[in-house]
C-alpha cells in the first residue's frame, strides 16, 4: 500500500469535527509526530459536517481522511477501517466515563447511584447511534432502547427510590455517540421521578460545569487518552463514577477501498 499519494488529492486536509473535541487535538498531534503528515491540516467543523463529508466521499468513491471514533454508527453503515497508529498518539483502547459533581451523592443520593450503575455495552450504544441516524428523534429512540432492554435499565436503577420532579442537569457534547448515551440516561432518570435537563455544551465547558459544580454530572468522559487534559484539570473538584462503556477508540478513519494501512504511509 501507500502507492496513490493521497497528499496531493486531499489537499493535505484531514476532516475534523468540533474544535474542542479529544479526537482533534488527537489528529493535530499526529500532524506534530508523523514525518508523513508534515504539512497537513486538521479542518474543524462539526460531528454532522464530518458525517456528511464521508457519505459524499464514499457515494462518489473518493478519498477522505475523518477524525473518527467507535462506538459509531458510521462503521455499520459504511466500509471503513481505522489507519494503523504505530506511534500511539491516539491511544489505545478508550474507556467512557461518568463524572458527577461533589455533593451530588449526599443531595441527590437516588440520582447518583443511577449514574453510578448506569453501564452499557458498545453495541447497545450503537443501536441508539443507528435509530437516529435512521431519522428516529433522540429521546424517542432512547425510549425505544429503554422499552427493549427492561432488564439492564432494572439494573441501573436498582436499590433506588422514585423521587418527586427533583431537578437534575446533565451536560453533554452533541456527538453522536455522546447525544445517545445522555438521552437514554434522562431518559431512565424522568421515569424515576427525576426533572431531568438535558445541556449540550463544548467540550471544555462539559468539563468544567461538572467541576465547578454548575451541572450534576456527564456520562461523556473519554479516557485514559481523548480527555486526558481535561481530566488532569478537573479531577480534583469532580467525582469520578468509573466507566459506563468499554471498547471504545478514536482515530483516524477512511474508507476501505484507500489503498492505505497506517499514517506512516501517507505523504508530506
Ligand atoms: N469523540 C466522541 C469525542 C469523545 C466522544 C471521540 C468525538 C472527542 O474526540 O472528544
Do not use: C
Not at 432488564?151 to 423521587?163: I, K, Q, S
Not at 455517540?177 to 455544551?201: C, H, R, W, Y
Request: proline share 4%.
Amino acid at each position: 500500500s501507500g502507492e496513490t499519494n493521497y497528499g496531493e488529492e486531499l489537499g493535505y486536509s484531514i476532516t475534523g469535527i468540533e474544535a474542542g473535541a479529544g479526537v482533534v487535538a488527537g489528529a493535530e498531534d499526529a500532524v506534530e509526530t508523523y514525518d508523513s503528515l508534515e504539512g497537513w491540516e486538521v479542518t474543524t467543523s462539526s460531528s454532522g459536517a464530518m458525517a456528511t463529508e464521508l457519505g459524499e466521499a464514499i457515494d462518489s468513491e473518493e478519498p477522505i481522511i475523518v477524525t473518527g471514533w467507535t462506538p459509531h454508527w458510521k462503521f455499520a453503515e459504511y466500509d471503513l477501517k481505522y489507519l494503523e497508529d504505530p506511534e500511539g498518539v491516539f491511544g489505545e483502547a478508550e474507556e467512557i466515563r461518568t463524572m458527577v459533581r461533589e455533593g451530588l451523592e449526599d443531595e441527590e443520593p437516588d440520582a447518583y447511584q443511577i449514574l453510578d450503575q448506569f453501564s452499557w455495552t458498545a453495541e447497545d450504544m450503537e443501536e441508539v447511534m443507528l435509530d437516529i441516524n435512521g431519522g428516529a428523534e433522540p429521546q424517542e429512540a432512547a425510549q425505544n432502547w429503554i422499552a427493549d432492554n427492561e432488564e439492564a435499565v432494572n439494573e441501573w436503577t436498582d436499590g433506588t427510590e422514585e423521587v418527586d420532579g427533583n431537578e437534575i442537569e446533565l451536560v453533554f457534547v452533541s456527538w453522536d455517540s455522546e447525544i445517545a448515551s445522555t438521552n437514554v440516561v434522562a431518559e431512565v432518570m424522568k421515569e424515576q421521578g427525576f426533572d431531568v435537563t438535558i445541556t449540550p455544551l463544548d467540550n471544555g465547558p462539559m468539563w468544567e460545569t461538572v467541576a465547578t459544580g454548575d451541572s450534576d454530572g456527564m456520562v461523556a468522559a473519554w479516557l485514559p487518552a481523548t480527555h486526558g487534559d481535561q481530566f488532569e484539570q478537573h479531577k480534583d473538584s469532580l467525582v469520578d463514577l468509573g466507566a459506563n462503556l468499554e471498547g471504545a477508540k478514536v482515530g483516524l478513519v477512511v474508507p476501505d477501498y484507500m489503498d492505505v494501512d497506517s499514517i506512516e504511509d501517507l505523504q508530506p
